[in-house]
Protein backbone atom coordinates (compact mmCIF):
# COMPACT_ATOMS: atom_id res chain seq x y z
CA UNK A 1 0.00 0.00 0.00
CA UNK A 2 1.02 3.13 -0.73
CA UNK A 3 2.03 5.61 1.77
CA UNK A 4 1.45 9.53 1.91
CA UNK A 5 2.60 11.81 4.30
CA UNK A 6 0.04 15.13 4.17
CA UNK A 7 1.60 18.01 6.00
CA UNK A 8 -1.70 20.37 6.07
CA UNK A 9 -2.41 22.65 9.10
CA UNK A 10 -6.29 22.80 7.92
CA UNK A 11 -8.34 20.74 9.44
CA UNK A 12 -11.16 20.44 7.10
CA UNK A 13 -8.47 20.11 4.11
CA UNK A 14 -6.44 17.59 6.00
CA UNK A 15 -9.64 15.81 6.92
CA UNK A 16 -10.51 15.68 3.51
CA UNK A 17 -7.47 14.50 1.92
CA UNK A 18 -7.27 12.30 4.54
CA UNK A 19 -10.60 10.53 3.97
CA UNK A 20 -10.58 10.55 0.45
CA UNK A 21 -7.01 9.06 -0.05
CA UNK A 22 -7.72 6.50 2.35
CA UNK A 23 -10.72 5.63 0.08
CA UNK A 24 -8.53 5.42 -2.43
CA UNK A 25 -6.39 2.60 -0.89
CA UNK A 26 -3.38 5.09 0.11
CA UNK A 27 -1.86 4.52 3.52
CA UNK A 28 -2.50 8.27 4.94
CA UNK A 29 -0.33 9.78 8.09
CA UNK A 30 -1.65 13.73 8.41
CA UNK A 31 0.79 16.09 10.62
CA UNK A 32 -0.15 19.77 11.26
CA UNK A 33 3.83 21.28 11.19
CA UNK A 34 7.01 21.31 9.61
CA UNK A 35 9.15 19.40 12.75
CA UNK A 36 6.14 16.69 12.81
CA UNK A 37 6.59 16.50 9.13
CA UNK A 38 10.06 16.38 9.34
CA UNK A 39 10.21 13.25 12.24
CA UNK A 40 7.45 11.44 10.25
CA UNK A 41 9.70 11.29 7.37
CA UNK A 42 11.79 8.69 9.42
CA UNK A 43 8.91 7.06 11.56
CA UNK A 44 6.48 6.54 8.65
CA UNK A 45 8.75 6.50 5.89
CA UNK A 46 6.16 7.74 2.98
CA UNK A 47 6.42 7.34 -0.47
CA UNK A 48 4.72 10.50 -1.54
CA UNK A 49 4.84 13.77 -0.31
CA UNK A 50 1.91 16.48 0.20
CA UNK A 51 2.99 19.90 1.32
CA UNK A 52 1.30 22.90 2.51
CA UNK A 53 3.40 26.22 2.44
CA UNK A 54 1.50 28.01 4.77
CA UNK A 55 2.73 26.07 8.66
CA UNK A 56 2.46 26.54 12.11
CA UNK A 57 6.44 26.81 12.25
CA UNK A 58 7.13 28.07 8.95
CA UNK A 59 5.92 28.87 5.71
CA UNK A 60 7.40 30.03 2.09
CA UNK A 61 8.87 27.85 -0.47
CA UNK A 62 11.54 27.74 1.10
CA UNK A 63 10.09 24.47 2.20
CA UNK A 64 10.82 22.70 -0.75
CA UNK A 65 14.20 23.53 -0.39
CA UNK A 66 14.15 21.80 3.23
CA UNK A 67 12.03 19.14 3.05
CA UNK A 68 14.31 18.02 -0.48
CA UNK A 69 17.38 18.01 1.55
CA UNK A 70 15.89 15.25 3.76
CA UNK A 71 14.25 12.94 1.49
CA UNK A 72 14.49 11.99 -2.12
CA UNK A 73 10.40 11.02 -2.25
CA UNK A 74 7.85 13.14 -5.18
CA UNK A 75 6.87 16.50 -2.93
CA UNK A 76 3.54 17.70 -4.77
CA UNK A 77 2.69 21.42 -2.88
CA UNK A 78 -1.01 22.58 -2.37
CA UNK A 79 -1.31 26.05 -1.66
CA UNK A 80 -3.71 28.76 -1.90
CA UNK A 81 -1.19 31.17 -3.48
CA UNK A 82 -2.24 30.92 -7.66
CA UNK A 83 0.91 32.90 -8.29
CA UNK A 84 3.20 31.49 -11.30
CA UNK A 85 6.65 33.24 -9.41
CA UNK A 86 5.59 30.95 -6.47
CA UNK A 87 4.86 28.15 -8.60
CA UNK A 88 7.83 28.25 -10.05
CA UNK A 89 9.96 29.47 -6.98
CA UNK A 90 8.44 25.85 -5.17
CA UNK A 91 9.44 23.48 -8.58
CA UNK A 92 12.55 25.11 -9.17
CA UNK A 93 13.21 24.16 -4.72
CA UNK A 94 12.75 20.74 -5.07
CA UNK A 95 8.83 20.33 -5.40
CA UNK A 96 7.46 17.57 -8.10
CA UNK A 97 4.42 19.28 -8.61
CA UNK A 98 1.85 21.47 -7.46
CA UNK A 99 -1.55 22.04 -7.00
CA UNK A 100 -3.61 25.19 -6.00
CA UNK A 101 -6.77 25.10 -3.50
CA UNK A 102 -9.11 24.66 -4.04
CA UNK A 103 -8.44 21.80 -6.29
CA UNK A 104 -10.10 18.36 -7.48
CA UNK A 105 -9.78 15.66 -5.34
CA UNK A 106 -9.60 13.33 -8.60
CA UNK A 107 -6.81 15.46 -10.21
CA UNK A 108 -5.17 15.04 -7.43
CA UNK A 109 -5.16 11.13 -7.19
CA UNK A 110 -3.88 11.43 -10.86
CA UNK A 111 -1.05 13.47 -10.96
CA UNK A 112 0.24 11.63 -7.39
CA UNK A 113 -0.50 8.25 -9.96
CA UNK A 114 1.96 10.14 -12.49
CA UNK A 115 4.35 11.29 -10.26
CA UNK A 116 4.86 7.73 -8.44
CA UNK A 117 4.89 6.05 -12.25
CA UNK A 118 7.73 8.23 -12.86
CA UNK A 119 10.02 7.10 -9.77
CA UNK A 120 9.00 3.84 -10.11
CA UNK A 121 12.09 2.24 -11.29
CA UNK A 122 14.24 -1.48 -11.38
CA UNK A 123 16.82 -2.31 -8.50
CA UNK A 124 19.64 -2.43 -10.93
CA UNK A 125 21.97 0.25 -11.22
CA UNK A 126 21.92 2.15 -14.31
CA UNK A 127 25.61 1.58 -15.77
CA UNK A 128 25.02 -2.69 -15.41
CA UNK A 129 24.12 -4.71 -17.66
CA UNK A 130 20.56 -6.19 -18.06
CA UNK A 131 19.04 -9.82 -18.66
CA UNK A 132 16.84 -10.86 -21.52
CA UNK A 133 19.48 -9.52 -24.05
CA UNK A 134 18.74 -5.94 -23.46
CA UNK A 135 21.74 -3.93 -22.90
CA UNK A 136 22.27 -0.48 -21.09
CA UNK A 137 24.16 2.28 -22.58
CA UNK A 138 28.48 2.63 -22.10
CA UNK A 139 29.15 4.22 -19.27
CA UNK A 140 29.73 8.02 -19.63
CA UNK A 141 33.40 9.43 -19.42
CA UNK A 142 34.34 10.71 -15.78
CA UNK A 143 32.99 7.38 -14.34
CA UNK A 144 29.62 8.56 -14.44
CA UNK A 145 26.94 6.28 -13.70
CA UNK A 146 23.16 6.36 -12.20
CA UNK A 147 21.91 4.37 -8.55
CA UNK A 148 18.78 3.34 -9.39
CA UNK A 149 18.36 2.06 -5.62
CA UNK A 150 19.35 5.34 -4.00
CA UNK A 151 18.05 8.00 -7.12
CA UNK A 152 21.50 9.74 -7.02
CA UNK A 153 24.11 10.24 -9.58
CA UNK A 154 27.67 8.98 -8.78
CA UNK A 155 30.35 10.72 -10.23
CA UNK A 156 33.77 9.42 -9.78
CA UNK A 157 32.74 7.19 -7.07
CA UNK A 158 31.20 9.98 -5.46
CA UNK A 159 27.22 10.22 -4.47
CA UNK A 160 26.05 13.43 -6.04
CA UNK A 161 22.45 14.38 -4.80
CA UNK A 162 19.76 15.85 -6.45
CA UNK A 163 15.80 16.77 -6.32
CA UNK A 164 13.66 14.42 -8.36
CA UNK A 165 13.40 16.54 -11.44
CA UNK A 166 17.48 16.70 -12.19
CA UNK A 167 17.72 13.33 -11.33
CA UNK A 168 15.09 12.26 -13.99
CA UNK A 169 16.56 15.07 -16.37
CA UNK A 170 20.10 13.22 -16.14
CA UNK A 171 18.28 9.87 -16.44
CA UNK A 172 17.43 10.19 -19.75
CA UNK A 173 20.30 11.90 -20.97
CA UNK A 174 22.77 9.21 -19.65
CA UNK A 175 20.33 6.97 -21.49
CA UNK A 176 20.44 8.94 -24.60
CA UNK A 177 23.86 10.06 -25.22
CA UNK A 178 24.67 12.62 -27.76
CA UNK A 179 20.74 12.76 -29.00
CA UNK A 180 19.14 16.47 -28.56
CA UNK A 181 16.32 17.40 -26.51
CA UNK A 182 13.76 20.07 -26.69
CA UNK A 183 12.98 21.67 -23.46
CA UNK A 184 9.29 20.23 -24.40
CA UNK A 185 10.40 16.72 -24.51
CA UNK A 186 12.34 17.29 -20.88
CA UNK A 187 8.95 19.24 -19.34
CA UNK A 188 7.41 16.42 -20.23
CA UNK A 189 9.78 13.80 -18.68
CA UNK A 190 9.79 15.82 -15.81
CA UNK A 191 6.82 16.76 -14.89
CA UNK A 192 4.21 14.84 -17.19
CA UNK A 193 2.51 16.59 -20.04
CA UNK A 194 -0.30 18.19 -18.15
CA UNK A 195 1.76 19.17 -15.06
CA UNK A 196 3.02 22.91 -14.37
CA UNK A 197 6.54 24.00 -15.46
CA UNK A 198 7.95 26.17 -17.86
CA UNK A 199 10.66 26.48 -19.76
CA UNK A 200 12.64 28.61 -17.29
CA UNK A 201 12.26 25.79 -14.74
CA UNK A 202 13.85 23.45 -16.94
CA UNK A 203 16.79 25.64 -17.63
CA UNK A 204 17.12 26.02 -13.73
CA UNK A 205 17.68 22.53 -13.43
CA UNK A 206 20.04 21.93 -16.13
CA UNK A 207 21.64 24.95 -14.58
CA UNK A 208 21.67 23.07 -10.96
CA UNK A 209 22.95 19.66 -12.98
CA UNK A 210 25.85 21.43 -14.21
CA UNK A 211 27.16 23.15 -11.01
CA UNK A 212 27.12 19.79 -9.23
CA UNK A 213 28.60 17.45 -11.82
CA UNK A 214 31.32 19.87 -14.39
CA UNK A 215 34.51 20.82 -13.52
CA UNK A 216 33.59 24.49 -15.15
CA UNK A 217 29.43 25.17 -15.12
CA UNK A 218 29.78 28.44 -17.33
CA UNK A 219 32.10 26.05 -20.04
CA UNK A 220 29.88 22.91 -19.82
CA UNK A 221 31.65 19.88 -21.68
CA UNK A 222 29.15 16.73 -21.19
CA UNK A 223 25.85 18.92 -20.85
CA UNK A 224 25.78 20.93 -23.88
CA UNK A 225 23.23 23.69 -24.71
CA UNK A 226 21.71 23.52 -28.45
CA UNK A 227 20.74 27.06 -29.21
CA UNK A 228 17.30 27.27 -30.60
CA UNK A 229 16.81 23.72 -30.17
CA UNK A 230 17.67 22.44 -26.19
CA UNK A 231 20.41 20.32 -24.44
CA UNK A 232 22.33 17.42 -25.08
CA UNK A 233 24.26 15.11 -22.86
CA UNK A 234 27.67 14.27 -24.43
CA UNK A 235 29.31 10.72 -24.30
Request: charged share 25%; net charge negative; glycine share 4%.
Amino acid sequence: MTRVLVIEDDPIIGEMLTLYLTEESFEVHRVESSREGKFALSTFDPDILLLDLMLPDASGTELCSEFRQLTAIPIIVISMKPSVTVRIQAISSGADDFLVKPFSMQELKVRMDAVLRRTASPRLAAAQPMHHGVSQPAEPQLGLQLDLERRTIVLNGEHIETTFSEYEIMKLFYQHPNRVFSREELINTVRGIDSFINDRAIDVHVTNLRRKLENNPKEPQFIKTVWGVGYKFIN
